[in-house]
């Protein structure tokens, strides 16, 4: 049965269109995930597939008496409480439960935060009877439960399932079809997560071919005009400017490299971090003194180059320890010691106030007049084409402001990052662009996040908050974390520390710490990249050298040089490597 049917939709912004000529039917059964870079069109698309809207061109047929739930990425509640508005019976009450919304479901809807307002409207639509689920972000200020549980639920549900989410583990099990919107245009891809990055490499690869066929062909085109025949006066200099550019351009209109395949963001450097970095000693917080502690007696050490994740259902206090650590907020009780060399680089849920007349490029470069060269490439890394460097503020959608506001904060070129739920409105490829950066960052990242995949990939030790004032430190990363909690023996975060004044001989002098095999593997993965690159650079000298003119001495003995410096990284490179594996396998 056909849920609803969209024939050659075209949306336009003032400065480009969003889509034109995309085309989806949306059958019952049917789980499809919809893709692209922010500002690409995937709300407007789903704005429409849900009747919210229309296309500008096109046309949209549904299916006759279909029931339709819809979250919108900005939903508004009815007037009431939290239960009126979702509903009085037991279904709806264990949905509130499920999502962390229990316990104000007496709460006037006037005074949740907006996080808060997300979750409700999830919750409206869940418990309705529908035919067609059209979900825009639906896992957006959710905690590791609440997504778990919602992902089982959705695989769960037989009617017409269309999804915009950043979570990877969400789309990959949920969804059977991928709708990629980029450049205009859409590709469907047949299965989940996997397979959409499986065909979008393909696809890449097709599109690489050809463009090298093309510009062959348009090299001997130009190489022909050039050339000419001897008895013509006047060229055809239209023809030879058009292949001109052919050959020293790319394809048509391009778009801003994947961050997979960006080479361009290399070399970002960050004030250099000693040896003490932030040390949290007993903190505590609660919110008054008959206030429930959030948590309390936290001892933490944040080392240089530490990646820490934090977890916690919501409310248990992850953005309030974030704030101590910044410094902005005191704690109830306990101290924290700040190093001198730590240059402190925050991103908050809520973001920052863009001045909307500003161009990006300007909000990038304040105070200076103009981005230098590390912010220039970190706007690349992030897939800030130049269009959009030069457009203002007030044109940016809203996952673009989201990823301009964390752009802003990596720019100021901190030490130490702490990011509360970064993932939340950024699109896959900026998501992808953050974790390749933090991988190859030097400084100390502390990051609140429900998004499995980020967490897997960034941290090394996860602090979890359990919402009644305890702690608890998982080493070994995410997976560690996973691990502990389903054997229900995770590691205390507070340590006993010996007395100041304990007697006895002095102690010896404390051997390194050992580095937890999280932290080897990412080391492990930044030592692969360190040789693939310097192989890379082998090769090419090693063709120049075959390629050079004998009789020029002078080019083939600095080429020759630079080859035996390009071995020696290599060599070096590759001794890395082995250090690093054999300390994991230690």
């Known amino acids: 049965m056909i849920l609803v049917d969209v024939d050659k939709a075209t949306v336009r912004r003032p400065d480009r269109p969003l889509f034109e000529n995309l085309s989806v039917t949306v059958r019952s059964g049917d789980r499809l995930g919809v893709v692209g870079r922010n500002g690409s069109g995937k709300s407007t698309l789903l704005r429409i597939l849900a009747g919210a809207g229309e296309p500008e061109e096109g046309i949209v047929r549904r299916g006759r008496d279909v029931r339709v739930g819809y979250l919108d990425q900005e939903p508004v509640l009815p007037v009431g409480t939290v239960r009126e508005a979702v509903g009085q019976h037991w279904e709806a009450a264990a949905i509130l439960e499920h999502l962390g ?141 058009a292949a001109t550019a052919i050959v020293e351009g790319g394809p048509a209109a391009p778009r801003a490299a994947a961050p997979e395949l960006a080479a361009a963001s290399r070399g970002v450097t960050t004030p250099r971090l000693g040896d003490l970095v932030i040390t949290l000693t007993g903190v505590g917080h609660r919110w008054g003194d008959d206030a429930p502690w959030l948590f309390r007696g936290l001892d933490l050490d944040l080392e240089p180059g530490g990646r820490l994740g934090v977890l916690g259902p919501n409310g248990s206090g992850k953005s309030t320890l974030l704030e101590i650590i910044e410094g902005r907020l005191a704690p109830a009780e306990g101290s924290l010691r700040t190093a001198a060399t730590v240059r402190l680089g925050y991103y908050r849920q809520a973001g920052v106030e863009l001045d ?92 609140v996040s429900h998004d499995r995949a980020l967490l897997e990939r960034t941290v090394e030790d996860v602090l979890v908050l359990d919402g009644r004032g305890g702690t608890t430190l998982a080493p070994n990363g995410y997976a560690g974390y996973v691990a502990d909690k389903a054997t229900a023996r995770p590691a205390p975060a507070t340590r006993e520390k010996p007395a100041k004044d304990a007697p006895g001989p002095a102690p010896a002098k404390a051997a390194p710490k050992p580095r937890s095999a999280s932290t080897l593997r990412r080391l492990i993965g930044v030592a692969e990249r360190a040789m693939a690159e310097a192989e890379a650079r082998r090769d090419q000298l090693a063709a120049e050298l075959a390629a050079h003119d004998p009789a020029d001495h002078v080019a083939l003995t600095a080429t020759a040089q630079a080859l035996a410096e390009a071995e020696a990284n290599l060599g070096a490179a590759e001794e890395r490597w082995l250090e690093l594996v054999e300390e994991l396998g230690a």
């Not at 979750?119 to 778990?148: G, K, M, Q």
């Not at 904060?409 to 490829?429: F, G, I, K």
């Open 356 to 447: 909307p007349t500003q161009r990006v490029r300007e909000a990038v470069a304040a105070p200076a007049t103009q981005p230098n060269w590390e912010q220039a490439r970190l706007m690349e890394r992030f897939l800030f084409d130049n269009d959009i460097q030069q457009a203002p503020i007030s044109t940016l959608s809203g996952g673009e402001r989201r990823r301009l506001q964390l752009l802003l904060v990596l720019t100021r070129m901190p030490n130490v990052l702490l990011l509360d739920e970064p993932t939340n409105d950024l699109d896959l490829d900026t998501l992808r662009a953050l974790e390749d950066h933090l991988e190859t960052w030097p400084g100390s990242l502390v990051v």
């Open 101 to 241: 919304m229990g316990p104000v479901a007496g709460d006037d809807v006037s005074t949740l935060s907006g996080g808060q307002t997300k979750r409700v409207a999830l919750a409206r639509v869940l418990v309705s009877e529908v035919d067609l689920l059209v979900l825009d972000e639906p896992t957006n200020h959710l905690d590791v439960e609440a997504i778990a549980w919602l992902e089982a639920r959705l695989a769960a549900f037989r009617g017409g399932l269309v999804l915009v989410t950043h979570d990877r583990h969400v789309l990959d099990r949920v969804t059977t079809r991928i709708l990629e919107i980029e450049g205009g245009g859409g590709y469907v891809h047949d299965g989940g997560y996997a397979s959409y990055l499986a065909n979008r490499a393909e696809r890449a690869e097709r599109d690489a071919s050809t463009e090298a066929v093309r510009r062959n062909l348009a090299k001997s085109e130009l190489a022909w005009l050039r050339r000419g025949a001897p008895a013509r006066t006047r060229k055809p200099k239209a023809r030879i400017a």
